[in-house]
């Protein structure tokens, strides 16, 4: 079983500054991505960052230029560097990663971890 934790949620100003990180433990036979998604209330989940197992990155219109997703493949972590933080910022914050538990192609899955609360706020 795939387990996700995060760290690094908390209040921050406008301006401001947080970095997320979230560890992967668990049975997998190989990753192919690991990222962030957000929601905030009353909208949908959606992509923050992610980086696949090729070195490639992704990013959500809203962050570009202002957030940093790097990844540890050794160690399993992916880290997410939020500069520049806005109100609209605010959101829980969702580690993700897609990978196989297994070598058949049924065992390929996504999983989730708990989430983070963000707050960006004066």
């Known amino acids: 079983q795939v387990q996700l934790v995060e760290s690094g949620g908390g209040l921050v100003q406008p301006g401001g500054s947080l970095r997320l990180s979230c560890v992967a433990s668990g049975s997998m036979t190989s990753i192919n991505a690991m990222g962030w998604y957000r929601q905030a209330p009353g909208k949908e989940r959606e992509l923050v960052a992610s980086?696949?197992?090729?070195?490639?990155?992704d990013y959500g219109d809203s962050v570009k230029g202002r957030f940093t997703i790097s990844r540890l493949t050794a160690k399993n972590t992916v880290s997410l560097q939020m500069d520049s933080l806005k109100p609209e910022d605010t959101a829980v914050y969702y580690c993700w990663l897609r990978g196989y538990s297994c070598s058949a192609s049924a065992c390929l899955g996504d999983y989730w971890g708990p989430g983070t609360q963000v707050t960006v706020s004066s």
């Open positions: 980086r696949n197992s090729g070195g490639g990155s």
